[in-house]
């Protein structure tokens, strides 16, 4: 699943990339020496456009809302925040960090017994499809030793 969507998103950028390349000129679209050229009309915005449906041939389908799963592109934030502490839980088994999850703006708070476990924390975190930003906000503090 983290494969499909990068693989996805990139298909689409590539198609659309391909769509909006203009076609090469042929021979007699070229302009030459001493002939007049037509004025370019510049296009209306799509805002400024009426989409014409033609119903004529449409045969109307049942439309479904699902609300079981979030869709495949976006994750909802129990299900981010659920994925990032089993990965910080398999990682740092003994740690006592919070995750805190803002449509995928994630908050990492509580304690840690040293800055390299908050630095590996982090690290985890960014390895999770779905997350826009790291803020850590846990502190750091040892172990009082008898």
């Known amino acids: 699943m983290?494969?499909?969507?990068?693989?996805?998103?990139?298909?689409?950028?590539v198609a659309g990339m391909v769509g909006c390349q203009e076609a090469p000129k042929t021979?007699?679209?070229?302009t030459g020496t001493g002939t007049t050229t037509t004025p370019v009309v510049p296009a209306k915005p799509a805002s400024d456009t009426t989409p014409m449906i033609d119903n004529s041939t449409a045969t109307p389908t049942p439309t479904t809302t699902s609300?079981?799963?979030?869709?495949?592109?976006?994750?909802?934030?129990t299900d981010l925040k659920t994925e990032i502490s089993k990965k910080l839980k398999a990682g740092l088994p003994d740690n006592k960090l919070e995750?805190?999850?803002?449509?995928?703006?994630?908050?990492?708070?509580?304690?840690?017994?040293?800055?390299?476990?908050?630095?590996?924390?982090e690290t985890l975190i960014k390895e999770v499809a779905g997350v826009k930003s790291v803020k850590v906000e846990a502190k750091v503090k040892a172990d009082k030793k008898p």
Do not use: W
Request: hydrophobic share 30%; proline share 4%.
């Open 2 to 13: 983290k494969k499909l969507i990068p693989f996805l998103v990139s298909g689409i950028l």
């Open 27 to 30: 021979g007699s679209e070229t």
């Open 67 to 77: 609300t079981t799963s979030p869709t495949s592109t976006s994750k909802s934030t």
């Open 99 to 121: 995750v805190v999850n803002k449509n995928g703006e994630i908050t990492l708070k509580g304690t840690a017994t040293s800055q390299k476990e908050i630095t590996q924390a």
